[in-house]
């Protein structure tokens, strides 16, 4: 009996039966997450899982109660069951524990992307190092992003929170990635918050506004961005693009400040896209 896979629950705490069936070699907590949630990187013979947990009940440094926390991990549960990609890391199992779930995945050999702001310039951060490969290899990387995000967007999936520290790109295999998409909502829904949980840099104007909808229009913005800071400066200038002018004329309609005149959903966003052609 495989001590992850052919588990159903655990009556200890998760970072206790970790260690006792495995090696911890990577801990991600309030060090590093402002999520709350503490997640493990296990080695079991040969094999090495990331372990995602919602941490303990007595951790309040994070923004969200634990309730919230778990809350969401199931909610990323569900979004793994109905959605298949290739940029998605499979969620092999889900392990009860008296913190909660612990949802089980492969470790991923990658880099994350978003790094502190402190970084961000730093030429050898992997935020920098991803944007300076040759060109058509970044706008590989963002179409896996929009084929992913057209997949879950056909599925009813409104994207919430993401930003470059959900990408994790595999320098050696060219791999992208995208993690962490336990705030994604299923169909349109109403902020209800004023400013919502991600970065300004990825964000849509209805994303600071209580009582504004968001839903697969808002996914097309945040798409948008995505190209802005991955293949230019994070603004629409022309010249730090390094794409075509009609592939710039495509990012500049999704990310419209008014949903109405974007694109009306990410698989037109990702056509006009293609068919701008590369370069
Ligand atoms: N499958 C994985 N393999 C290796 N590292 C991962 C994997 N998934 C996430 N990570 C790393 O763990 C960190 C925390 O995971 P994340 O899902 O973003 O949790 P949180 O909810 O705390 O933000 C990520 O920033 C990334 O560095
Ligand atoms: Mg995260």
């Keep these: 009996m495989h001590p992850l896979l052919d588990r159903d629950a655990i009556d200890v705490p998760p970072s206790a ?26 080695r079991i013979g040969a094999a090495r ?64 992307l978003g790094v502190p702001r402190a970084q961000r310039a730093d030429p050898g951060s992997p935020f920098q190092r991803f944007r300076r490969l040759p060109a058509p290899t970044v706008a590989r990387g963002l179409e896996t992003i929009f084929d992913l995000h057209a997949h879950l967007a056909r599925a009813g999936w409104t994207a919430s929170d993401f930003y470059d520290g959900s990408l994790l790109y595999d320098f050696t295999a060219n791999r992208m990635y995208v993690i962490d998409l336990d705030h994604y909502r299923t169909g349109p829904f109403v902020n209800e918050m004023g400013r919502m949980f991600g970065s300004a840099r990825f964000m849509a104007p209805e994303e600071f506004r209580a009582g504004a909808c968001i839903d697969e229009r808002t996914t097309v913005f945040v798409m948008g961005r995505t190209a802005l800071v991955l293949l230019g400066d994070g603004t629409l200038d022309a010249s730090a693009f390094r794409g075509s002018a009609a592939r710039l004329d495509v990012v500049a309609r999704a990310c419209d400040p008014a949903p109405s005149r974007r694109y009306s959903s990410v698989s037109a966003f990702y056509d006009a896209w293609r068919a701008a052609g590369p370069g």
């Design 49 to 112: 899982y990331f372990v995602k947990t919602a941490g303990s009940a007595s951790d309040t440094s994070g923004t969200l109660p634990h309730a919230a926390r778990i809350a969401l991990l199931r909610n990323a549960m569900t979004l793994s069951r109905c959605c298949r990609h290739a940029a998605l890391t499979e969620l092999l199992r889900v392990i009860e524990s008296p913190d909660g779930p612990c949802l089980v995945y492969p470790w991923l050999d990658g880099e994350l």
């Design 17 to 42: 039966y970790l260690s006792a069936v495995g090696t911890v070699f990577a801990q991600f907590d309030q060090r590093t997450q402002d999520s709350g949630n503490v997640s493990f990187g296990v």
